[in-house]
């Protein structure tokens, strides 16, 4: 038994080196993504502090900006994901959690009240009161590890 075991090893093995390299290029291709956002919210920022009158935005230029803004921290708390995964080869709950908590805080931020139906925002009031108490169950529930780590 012990001779079938080590061929399917190997296999498991090659397997898991084309995630880890398939894992470094999106880690490459998500640095990418947060340069091109930084760039990105630089220059909107510049073009509407520039546009009349200068150097006043207005409320929805701001709430554009703070979405811009959180866009590019979702995209960087993705690329530590995808860091802590390569160094320990789990996926870390928590980081998740909180990155799945920024993106809805990022949509709740840039929603427009007035041009939504009430039932989108109660269901978003509810994926917000979900994850949030999903994150406290995860966060009090669920002990690190001796390495300081915990994931699943």
């Given at each position: 038994?012990?001779?079938?075991?080590?061929p399917?090893?190997?296999?498991?093995?090659?397997?898991?080196?084309?995630?880890r390299?398939?894992?470094?290029?999106?880690?490459?291709?998500?640095?990418?993504?947060?340069?091109?956002?930084?760039?990105?919210?630089?220059w909107?920022?510049?073009?509407?502090?520039?546009?009349?009158?200068?150097?006043?935005?207005?409320?929805?230029?701001?709430?554009?900006?703070?979405?811009?803004?959180?866009?590019?921290?979702?995209?960087?708390?993705?690329?530590?994901?995808?860091?802590?995964?390569?160094?320990?080869?789990?996926?870390?709950?928590?980081?998740?959690?909180?990155?799945?908590?920024?993106?809805?805080?990022?949509?709740?931020?840039?929603?427009?009240?007035?041009?939504?139906?009430?039932?989108?925002?109660?269901?978003?009031?509810?994926?917000?009161?979900?994850?949030?108490?999903?994150?406290?169950?995860?966060?009090?529930?669920?002990?690190?590890?001796?390495?300081?780590?915990s994931?699943?």
């Open positions: 038994m012990p001779e079938r075991d080590v399917e090893d190997r296999f498991i093995a090659a397997l898991r080196g084309v995630i390299v398939a894992v470094r290029v999106l880690a490459i291709l998500m640095t990418g993504v947060i340069v091109i956002g930084v760039v990105d919210v630089a909107t920022l510049h073009e509407r502090a520039m546009a009349p009158p200068k150097f006043l935005l207005t409320i929805s230029d701001m709430l554009a900006m703070f979405g811009a803004f959180m866009a590019v921290l979702i995209a960087i708390e993705i690329f530590v994901n995808i860091v802590l995964y390569l160094r320990d080869d789990v996926i870390h709950v928590k980081i998740v959690m909180a990155t799945a908590l920024m993106a809805i805080a990022r949509k709740v931020i840039i929603l427009d009240f007035d041009a939504l139906e009430p039932e989108y925002i109660w269901a978003t009031a509810g994926v917000v009161f979900a994850m949030s108490a999903g994150y406290w169950i995860v966060f009090r529930g669920v002990p690190d590890s001796p390495g300081g780590r994931g699943l």
